[in-house]
Nanobody, 116 residues
């Protein structure tokens, strides 16, 4: 049974930082490209960042470049999203995704709210 469990969300003030974690089980973690997506109310889910299986290539959405960093620890089956300089428009549910060829798994999401 595949499980992706996100943690680390919460309420943070503008300009603040958060680190999201996603712990994976039931998959051969180091074979999967891992990604973080987000979905704000009334909007479509969008890619925030992704990292290839070895960690060699990282991709970021333009709206987070220079503020967010994706990383992974294959020994711990965990992917991280370090978020900094947070803005109110970053408020959303953040989802972890594991992808290999046409197979994709999703976590349940963690809420991030940026507000003063």
């Amino acid at each position: 049974q595949v499980q992706l469990v996100e943690s680390g969300g919460g309420l943070v003030q503008p300009g603040g930082s958060l680190r999201l974690s996603c712990a994976a089980s039931g998959i051969i973690f180091n074979s999967y490209t891992m990604g973080w997506y987000r979905q704000a109310p009334g909007k479509q889910r969008e890619l925030v960042a992704s990292i290839t299986s070895s960690g060699g290539t990282r991709t970021y959405a333009n709206f987070v470049k220079g503020r967010f960093t994706i990383s992974r620890d294959n020994a711990k089956n965990t992917v991280y999203l370090q978020m900094g300089s947070l803005k109110p428009e970053d408020t959303a549910v953040y989802y972890c995704n594991a992808r290999i060829t046409v197979t994709s798994h999703w976590g349940q999401g963690t809420q991030v709210t940026v507000s003063s």
